[in-house]
């Protein structure tokens, strides 16, 4: 995992990316149907066939507002849950975003991508018996839809939603749901793109004349710019391919910048298709 700090400029907004830890998971059902013969010559596996995970979060500074996309994996895990998924004891959310200069009372707005623990675990935070936003002025967004999925508690999927992460922001007034695409902040929009579940988004800047777009896990890695590259949670997988050819068709055209949820080192990437491959043009880490 990397700590030292990565950053992007688009026009006049910056964009930071960081790892609120990491943890690793199986490389099978990272990867899907693709054989492990292909996608291990980028995710080295260990001996029990896990791949590292970034928990990767990115703060955006426009003019007028500072922005949290995705909170990562809190800290609520048992010895059990952090040994199955080779995970140190992680750090707090607010002291990740202290050692990287950003004081948590900064913050006005974050979006979580959707409510899996993953990426909305460090959403709140255990004071005097209670939990309350991580980020005590912030607004967050979710859509409505992935709200109202968590609350069901499919067999599927229950184990990706914990009530801690979202519920007390509900409470507080805090957790705004939105339906469908819009423009969150002027230059910062988010976008449904069904596949990994029904309401998960991806988040896009544009400034000047450039364009960057946080996959989130509609390609949990940057090897899974490959369209039919499709993790083995996703729901519904024919659409996580149709949301790729569309929206990396676009970025390959455009120049646009792509950061992913998962990637434990690289930060940010340009992308290429030719002939049916795909590839990263240019990378940062
Ligand atoms: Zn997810």
Redesign the pocket.
Known sequence: MSSHLTALTIGDTRITLLRAGAYWWDGGAMFGVVPRSLWGKTHQPDEQNRIECGLNCCVVETADHRILIDTGGGVRFDERARERQKMPQPPQLREVLAAAGFEPETFDTVIN??L?W??CGGNTVDENGRAVASLPHARYFVQRGELLHAREQHPRDAV?YRAINYEPLLEAGQLHLIEGDREIVPGVAVRVAPG??RD?MVVLVRSGHDTWCHA??LA?FAAQITPTWVAG?DLYPMETIAQKQELFSRAAAEGWWLSF?HEPRLAFAKIETREGKWRTTETRA
């Open positions: 991508t959707h899996h993953d990426h990706s990994h579940n998960m989130a896990d949990p949670f949820a």
